[in-house]
């Protein structure tokens, strides 16, 4: 694992640092085996000395808030492996701290990622502000159970846009030739497609948006590059529906590039009233310019497919 997971943005010298790597365990855990990037994979070594104990719960959410969330999760065992598991071999149960009234999310689904292992995703409620508990009973094939816990801070409000909320309407960059598109874009191979609108006009035009945040070369978890490339297999689906638009986490990937220092990014103005505390991120906005859907951490094209999907049958 590098350790451009923690770097800063700034919008001077003198501005205080910034830690993008608001999940960094969890996303150690899922998405890298060591420090070559290796995807995690699971072998054939101790998978039949599985105990009490021995899977662990991480709920990969750093703005939860009050009302519906959907809340990736994931699963994995003392050893650092992922755990191969059916979605219906695990109920997630929940309650706010010392309030006794315990609440069961809807079956999870399983999302395969493409640098291998995945995550569940479910929808959580929460009615009020403060430190939920989260456990995990996992039901082997035997019958036998084990349980796993976790725990996570809600927030009275999000912290990015809320779901309902107007988008914030700023500009992104464009561009479409590949000098423009290395001044904009840590991509080593941009898709031209996803420069081609400011988010602003994309507003304007009234079709539903999806937008991705995040910096595909500099992202050490191996998420943020698949996320772009995630983007644009759904945007290849779906041409004439809506628009699709990454915005670069830093303003001079270019100079970042030619230094060889990432210490040297200066955050991407659009960021800003986005408020992200963690990378990548993505939206999708309807037609009225209003938050539909929002992903925190790597999502996959089935779960963003799903989520546009909704929005376009709303019309």
């Given at each position: 694992?590098t350790?451009?997971?923690?770097?800063?943005?700034?919008?001077?010298?003198?501005?205080?640092?910034?830690?993008?790597?608001?999940?960094?365990?969890?996303?150690?855990?899922?998405?890298?085996?060591?420090?070559?990037?290796?995807?995690?994979?699971?072998?054939?070594?101790?998978?039949?000395?599985?105990?009490?104990?021995?899977?662990?719960?991480?709920?990969?959410?750093?703005?939860?808030?009050?009302?519906?969330?959907?809340?990736?999760?994931?699963?994995?065992?003392?050893n650092?492996?992922?755990a191969?598991?059916?979605?219906?071999?695990v109920?997630?149960?929940?309650?706010?701290?010392?309030s006794?009234?315990?609440?069961?999310t809807?079956?999870?689904?399983?999302?395969?990622?493409?640098?291998g292992?995945?995550?569940?995703?479910?929808?959580?409620?929460?009615?009020?502000?403060?430190?939920?508990?989260?456990?995990?009973?996992?039901?082997?094939?035997?019958g036998?159970?084990?349980?796993?816990e976790?725990?996570?801070?809600?927030?009275?409000?999000s912290?990015?846009?809320?779901?309902?909320?107007?988008?914030?309407?700023?500009?992104?960059?464009?561009?479409?030739?590949?000098?423009?598109?290395?001044?904009?874009?840590?991509?080593?191979?941009?898709?031209p497609?996803?420069?081609?609108?400011?988010?602003?006009?994309?507003?304007?035009?009234?079709?539903?948006?999806?937008v991705?945040?995040?910096?595909?070369?500099?992202?050490?978890?191996?998420?943020?590059?698949?996320?772009?490339?995630?983007v644009?297999?759904?945007?290849?689906?779906?041409?004439?529906?809506?628009?699709?638009i990454?915005?670069?986490?830093?303003?001079?990937?270019d100079?970042?590039?030619?230094?060889?220092?990432?210490?040297?990014?200066?955050?991407a103005?659009?960021?800003?009233?986005?408020?992200?505390?963690?990378?990548?991120?993505?939206?999708?906005?309807?037609?009225?310019?209003?938050?539909?859907?929002?992903?925190e951490?790597?999502?996959?094209?089935?779960?963003?497919?799903?989520?546009?999907?909704?929005?376009?049958?709303?019309?």
């Amino acid at each position: 694992m590098t350790h451009d997971l923690t770097r800063g943005f700034r919008r001077s010298s003198s501005a205080p640092v910034l830690l993008a790597g608001a999940l960094f365990l969890t996303l150690l855990l899922i998405a890298c085996s060591g420090g070559n990037h290796d995807p995690v994979v699971n072998d054939d070594t101790g998978n039949d000395q599985v105990g009490v104990g021995d899977i662990f719960l991480f709920l990969i959410t750093s703005d939860s808030s009050v009302g519906e969330n959907r809340l990736p999760f994931a699963l994995r065992r003392a050893n650092g492996l992922k755990a191969d598991l059916e979605s219906s071999a695990v109920t997630l149960r929940y309650e706010k701290r010392d309030s006794g009234s315990v609440q069961t999310t809807p079956e999870a689904t399983f999302r395969q990622w493409p640098v291998g292992s995945g995550i569940f995703t479910t929808k959580a409620v929460y009615d009020s502000a403060g430190i939920w508990d989260f456990t995990a009973t996992i039901t082997g094939p035997d019958g036998t159970t084990q349980m796993a816990e976790a725990a996570i801070l809600v927030k009275e409000v999000s912290s990015t846009p809320a779901i309902g909320s107007a988008a914030p309407v700023v500009a992104s960059k464009t561009g479409s030739t590949p000098e423009e598109l290395a001044l904009i874009s840590s991509d080593a191979n941009p898709i031209p497609e996803l420069y081609a609108v400011s988010f602003d006009d994309a507003l304007a035009a009234r079709k539903p948006v999806m937008v991705t945040f995040s910096t595909p070369a500099l992202c050490a978890t191996q998420t943020c590059g698949p996320q772009v490339t995630t983007v644009d297999q759904v945007r290849r689906n779906h041409v004439d529906d809506a628009a699709f638009i990454h915005v670069e986490l830093f303003d001079n990937p270019d100079v970042m590039r030619e230094s060889g220092d990432p210490a040297l990014g200066v955050e991407a103005p659009t960021l800003e009233p986005w408020n992200l505390p963690s990378e990548p991120w993505t939206f999708i906005v309807d037609g009225d310019g209003l938050i539909a859907a929002k992903f925190e951490a790597f999502t996959t094209a089935d779960e963003l497919e799903e989520a546009l999907a909704a929005v376009l049958a709303d019309g």
